[in-house]
């Protein structure tokens, strides 16, 4: 299995199972296919004889795919509709760690802490962004497809800001797909290793997000609990140096289609056509041999 296809369980009861999930895995197979947190705890839930049509995984929120950390799943459908119905009463915290690159202009640096309520709204392929204002209701980008904007708060908090990159501390009001990113990325601030916001850093080789807090009322004992895996710390090391040398992301690589920079090379000289052969003097066709 790959290290992308493993989970850590952090916890396990008959109503609920608290993972830590890794970068590069979907959260819940994507059209009913495909590895994903979901279907690899129902691997080992089979393996351990504890599966059954009563007693499986299901999903109460998600983590993007490049995103790693904690997250929750429900293990009966009771369990699943109350964890749905009361998420936001019950969880009092959570809690995620990124590195972004920092704005080129120190202008537009943010504060040490505070609140981005900008709209989302998402692209043909469903990718959350921050459209510019103004913009129209009925206008999408710069085509004619019809668009709605939903409403998206995300708290930030700055844990270190180095030369190149900010180590962040965010928590969410709204849970929007690709919120923190879309959020950051419009305000200069876009993840390292981030493709679709087109970060120019790429040293981990994999998205800068990390959920590193789940803090909650467990839906049926009413036990407070809380869960926190750190993330990695070479990010830490990597903003408090800085980055004068970036990797360039595995995105613009030829390997994975990208546009590489040409080698330099000089054109030799024209090769000759019978005709041309006709009209050249045999001094002239020496030379040019």
Same mark, same amino acid.
């Given at each position: 299995?790959?290290?992308?296809?493993?989970?850590?369980?952090?916890?396990?009861?008959?109503?609920?199972?608290?993972?830590?999930?890794?970068?590069?895995?979907?959260?819940?197979?994507?059209?009913?296919?495909?590895?994903?947190?979901?279907?690899? +705890?129902?691997?080992?839930?089979?393996?351990?004889?504890?599966? @059954?049509?009563?007693?499986?995984?299901?999903?109460?929120?998600? +983590?993007?795919?490049?995103? @790693?950390?904690? !997250?929750?799943?429900?293990? /009966?459908? @009771?369990?699943?509709?109350?964890?749905?119905? $009361?998420?936001?009463? !019950?969880?009092?915290? =959570?809690?995620?760690?990124?590195?972004?690159?920092?704005?080129?202009?120190?202008?537009?640096? #943010?504060?040490?802490?505070?609140?981005?309520?900008?709209?989302?709204? *998402?692209?043909?392929?469903?990718?959350? *962004?921050?459209?510019?204002?103004?913009? %129209?209701?009925?206008?999408?980008?710069?085509?004619?497809?019809?668009?709605?904007?939903?409403?998206?708060? $995300?708290?930030? $908090?700055?844990?270190?800001?180095?030369?190149?990159?900010?180590? *962040?501390?965010?928590?969410?009001?709204?849970?929007?797909?690709?919120?923190? =990113?879309?959020?950051?990325? @419009?305000?200069?601030?876009?993840?390292?290793?981030?493709?679709? *916001?087109?970060?120019?850093?790429?040293?981990?080789? =994999?998205?800068?997000?990390?959920?590193? /807090? #789940?803090?909650?009322?467990?839906?049926? $004992?009413?036990?407070?609990?809380?869960?926190?895996?750190?993330?990695?710390?070479?990010?830490?090391?990597?903003?408090?140096?800085?980055?004068?040398?970036?990797?360039?992301?595995?995105?613009?690589?030829?390997?994975?289609?990208? !546009?590489?920079?040409?080698?330099?090379?000089?054109?030799?000289?024209?090769?000759?056509?019978? %005709?041309?052969?006709?009209? !050249?003097?045999?001094?002239?066709?020496?030379?040019?041999?």
């Amino acid at each position: 299995m790959k290290n992308h296809e493993k989970i850590d369980i952090l916890f396990e009861d008959e109503y609920i199972c608290v993972i830590n999930k890794p970068a590069g895995l979907l959260s819940v197979p994507n059209q009913g296919k495909g590895k994903s947190a979901l279907t690899i +705890l129902e691997e080992i839930m089979r393996k351990k004889g504890t599966y @059954s049509p009563k007693h499986r995984p299901l999903a109460v929120h998600r +983590l993007d795919r490049e995103t @790693s950390g904690v !997250m929750m799943f429900a293990l /009966t459908e @009771s369990a699943q509709k109350k964890i749905m119905d $009361t998420w936001h009463q !019950m969880v009092s915290e =959570r809690l995620y760690r990124a590195v972004a690159e920092n704005p080129h202009n120190p202008k537009k640096l #943010l504060p040490l802490s505070g609140l981005i309520d900008d709209d989302l709204a *998402f692209n043909a392929y469903n990718v959350g *962004f921050v459209p510019k204002k103004p913009y %129209k209701e009925n206008e999408f980008e710069k085509g004619k497809k019809e668009f709605k904007t939903v409403p998206a708060r $995300t708290n930030f $908090t700055t844990i270190l800001r180095g030369k190149t990159h900010t180590l *962040f501390e965010l928590s969410l009001d709204t849970g929007k797909k690709n919120q923190i =990113r879309a959020h950051l990325a @419009s305000k200069g601030y876009p993840l390292a290793g981030d493709k679709n *916001f087109r970060a120019k850093t790429d040293n981990f080789g =994999r998205l800068c997000l990390h959920a590193r /807090t #789940l803090e909650f009322t467990h839906p049926f $004992t009413n036990q407070k609990m809380l869960f926190e895996v750190p993330e990695p710390a070479e990010w830490k090391v990597y903003v408090e140096k800085g980055d004068s040398h970036p990797a360039e992301p595995g995105w613009m690589s030829a390997k994975h289609g990208g !546009m590489k920079k040409e080698k330099s090379f000089t054109l030799g000289p024209k090769r000759l056509s019978a %005709k041309d052969k006709a009209h !050249m003097n045999f001094i002239e066709l020496g030379k040019r041999r």
